[in-house]
């Protein structure tokens, strides 16, 4: 069955950096986009990048755009997510998830990174 | 950005009673290629977000028949036809439309 399990969360300071992870399974990796969606602590769920399926191509939301980079390894059946100059706004719950024809089908279950001195 | 209005925001319902959401969009959700991106997610408490519709009234495989979408342009709607405990959690629209994708600020279903 199709599984997204995310990893790399943690506590980082304001200024620091972090990578999640997002380990896939159970369908072929390098046909599809991803996506990386967060949700602050009892807020709503927030799209921030998206990489097509033959890497090349990224979209980032302006919130991140310049300091978060998505990524991808085929051969690892992985996504990543590289977050640098991390800020307390950018505590959350973080998800990969699917894409599929402009919408996600699949999602994690969220790792949680939290900003603070 | 495309913002997603959706309303209620709060949504007490009684079990095996109807219920409905409705979500607008601040500019036309019709693809240039004639589709329109717009999906439902249920997030129950707890849990990642699950895809109930796309494409504005496409179900999802496993989502009871209770569940249906409709509406077009910028103005949409989902309903649960009969509420069943289990529906209880926070349903959100988004478009996928327009890059960044938006979603609504949510709506929660709980149970009088």
């Known amino acids: 069955q199709v599984q997204l399990v995310e990893s790399g969360g943690g506590v980082v300071q304001p200024g620091g950096s972090l990578r999640l992870s997002c380990a896939t399974s159970g369908f072929t990796f390098s046909r599809y986009g991803f996506h990386w969606v967060r949700q602050a602590p009892g807020k709503g769920l927030e799209s921030l990048a998206f990489i097509f399926y033959d890497r090349d191509n990224q979209k980032y939301a302006d919130s991140v755009k310049g300091r978060f980079t998505i990524s991808r390894d085929n051969s690892k059946n992985t996504l990543y997510l590289q977050m640098n100059s991390l800020r307390p706004e950018d505590t959350a719950l973080y998800y990969c998830a699917r894409d599929v024809k402009y919408s996600a089908d699949y999602w994690g279950q969220g790792t949680l990174v939290t900003v603070s001195s | 950005d495309v913002v997603m209005t959706q309303s209620p925001l709060s949504l007490p319902v009684t079990l095996g009673q109807p219920a409905s959401i409705s979500c607008r969009s601040s500019?036309?959700?019709?693809?240039?290629?004639?589709?329109?991106?717009l999906n439902w997610f249920q997030q129950r408490p707890g849990q990642s977000p699950r895809r109930l519709i796309y494409?504005?009234?496409n179900r999802d495989s496993g989502v009871p028949d209770r569940f249906s979408g409709s509406g077009s342009g910028t103005d949409f709607t989902l309903r649960i036809s009969r509420v069943e405990a289990e529906d209880v959690g926070v349903y959100y629209c988004m478009q996928g439309t327009h890059w960044p994708w938006t979603f609504g600020q949510g709506t929660k279903v709980e149970i009088k």
């Open positions: 494409e504005v009234s």
């Open positions: 500019q036309s959700l019709v693809h240039n290629d004639g589709n329109t991106y």
